[in-house]
């Protein structure tokens, strides 16, 4: 309980979060501007903890689902933009304006974020080739 | 939350939604909430919502999804009018307010309410399912996904417009004769089951069409148009109406629907005399049976008020009835040439 009883609205959380990764995850990264999108991040998840729910009733309450769909949503953000942090290369769109080249010797795998109380932890997982060979992207 | 400073700006302004409320958990009867927000020009009502409900209170309810006129979610009335609040111009519905400044947003007619904004789908999916609204291939399964099954363009023409139903309720909501009997089809429906039933790859055109002429079915339309008027597709519902009552008559007949008898003993009537034959219009319409059984108490009260209508008898010709007799000839003939030239 917060004494002064201030609490965060739904609308404003979401907005923020919607600004901040457009701004610095977006399609052209770079390390300090993934690294001020993860601590805003960060800060949202704090704040979310005083969001409030307007709408009380068990009957189709939209409120509730939209407070429980920006929950996961600032999940999701903060695993991508940890993985795209530690992804030190550019990939598809994955555009990093401080590393421009693909790099197939270390990245050449999957990215598996797992949250943990709060944190993220990053995994990975080798690529099941076969059907294409790894060739240089010249268009 | 951004409070307007200046209020000389073009193209934008205060404006009041006032919103139907309702939460059958709490409240005995609906009540109108007033929200009063800045909004500039080039805004739907939609975002006006969303905007109360991010920004003022966020307890409103309303179904929303795609927010471009693609989903069919948002179908509202606005002003009255059933529409889209995703497709609708704050700016356009202003322009035709009666109460200046304030648009009036309320739940769709004709299902039942659940909350709020939000009304109960299910009555018009059950129908769906009651009209075989889907196409059931006449493909043996055998071949299904080895070969395309392809129509000609000029057959698709015939159902292009019907295929642009999103399945709003904004027609459904409208609609005159589902406020008096909610079990009536629903312009939905039949255009549905029009677009189905023109399909030459459709095999259920007989048990379709044999539910649609049945009580509550294709006759009971009334023509006010107000289906199509509404429709956000501008799809022609009434000519979807209209092919499935001609289909009917032609590939069933006019025994077994007493909508076509009705419309035959009108045509007989007004050829003939050039006005009705009110007394017996019953009879030549259900029969004597259904007659006997559903209007002889009101006949009865009819004789004791001396308010029956003339035996037919005495139902004089219409005035100028020769010169009609000619138009009417002349009127049949196109309308004959006029089905020869479609069926080409």
């Known amino acids: 309980m917060h004494a002064s009883g201030h609490y965060e609205r739904y609308g404003e959380l979401r907005e923020e979060l919607g600004q901040t990764l457009a701004l610095n995850v977006g399609i052209f990264r770079e390390s300090s501007l993934l690294q001020k999108g993860i601590e805003d991040i960060a800060e949202l998840k704090e704040r979310f903890k005083k969001v409030r729910i307007f709408d009380t009733s068990d009957v189709f309450n939209t409120n509730l689902m939209q407070v429980l769909e920006l929950k996961n949503m600032l999940d999701l953000a903060q695993t991508v933009a940890a993985g795209a942090n530690a992804r030190q ?4 769109s994955h555009t990093r304006v401080d590393f421009p080249v693909r790099d197939d010797a270390n990245w050449h795998k999957h990215t598996l974020a797992t949250l943990v109380e709060g944190n993220v932890t990053l995994g990975e997982k080798p690529v099941t080739m076969g059907r294409y060979e790894l060739q240089e992207r010249t268009y | 939350m951004t409070v307007p400073t200046d209020q000389h700006k073009e193209g934008k302004k205060d404006v009041t939604f006032r919103v139907f409320r309702f939460n059958p958990q709490v409240d005995s009867k609906p009540y109108f909430d ?7 020009r080039g805004i739907t009502v939609l975002r006006s919502l969303n905007y109360i409900k991010e920004h003022i209170d966020g307890s409103i309810s309303f179904r929303a999804f795609c927010q471009a006129g693609i989903c069919g979610s948002c179908g509202m009335r606005v002003n009255g009018l059933s529409q889209l609040a995703c497709t609708t111009q704050v700016w356009d519905v202003l322009a035709k307010s009666r109460e200046p400044g304030i648009i009036k947003v309320e739940p769709l007619r004709n299902l039942p309410l659940i909350k709020d904004l939000i009304v109960d789908m299910d009555p018009l999916i059950d129908k769906m399912k009651n009209y075989s609204n889907w196409v059931d291939s ?12 392809l129509i000609s363009e000029e057959e698709f023409l015939r159902y292009d417009k019907a295929t642009d139903c999103i399945l709003c309720a904004s027609c459904v909501s409208e609609c005159s004769i589902l406020r008096a009997n909610r079990e009536y089809v629903s312009p939905a429906v039949l255009l549905k089951s029009y677009r189905m039933n023109v399909d030459s790859r459709d095999s259920l055109h007989e048990q379709r069409l044999a539910e649609l002429v049945k009580d509550h079915g294709v006759w009971d339309c009334t023509h006010c148009y107000r289906c199509q008027e509404s429709c956000v597709k501008s799809i022609p519902i009434m000519d979807a109406i209209h092919g499935i009552r001609e289909d009917a008559i032609e590939s069933r007949g006019m025994k077994d629907t007493s909508g076509s008898k009705h419309a035959e003993a009108f045509m007989s009537d007004i050829e003939k005399k050039g006005k009705l034959v009110e007394a017996t219009l019953p009879i030549r319409t259900n029969g004597v049976v259904w007659t006997l059984q559903n209007l002889l108490p009101m006949a ?10 003339p035996p037919p008898p005495l139902v004089k010709s219409a005035k ?6 000619v138009m009417f000839k002349e009127m049949t003939e196109h309308v004959r040439q006029d089905h020869k030239s479609h069926k080409k």
């Open chain 2, 34 to 40: 007033d929200y009063t927000i800045p909004v500039e």
């Open chain 2, 300 to 309: 009865m009260k009819m004789i004791m008020k001396r308010r029956t209508p």
């Open chain 1, 89 to 92: 290369e550019s990939r598809g």
């Open chain 2, 320 to 325: 100028g009835i020769k010169i009609f007799r």
């Open chain 2, 138 to 149: 006449t493909m043996p399964e055998i071949q299904m996904g080895k070969k395309e099954f």
